[in-house]
């Protein structure tokens, strides 16, 4: 809540995408990951990407869409599996 940027959170589960769970100013969206991603293509050099997902295929198929934007910033947080 003390960053200069925009922050969105982005969860598919809509019991995790309760604004009450993050701080104020965070928008907090319940959609499909990469449905949102690819809507908001057109923002992507001028986004921090940071993918941390409940679900190994989502992280994969989020960082394949990743990978074809021109994102400023990409990170993953995932297992170690």
């Not at 908001?40 to 992280?59: F, G, K, N, P, S």
């Amino acid at each position: 809540h003390e960053t200069p940027l925009r922050v969105v959170v982005v969860d598919e589960r809509g019991e995790w995408a309760d604004p009450a769970r993050f701080p104020p100013g965070a928008e907090v969206v319940a959609d499909d990951p990469e449905a949102f991603m690819r809507e908001r293509a057109d923002r992507a050099e001028r986004t921090y990407l940071l993918v941390m997902t409940h679900r190994h295929d989502l992280d994969e198929a989020l960082c394949r869409v990743a990978l074809s934007r021109p994102f400023r910033w990409i990170g993953l947080i995932g297992s170690r599996t």
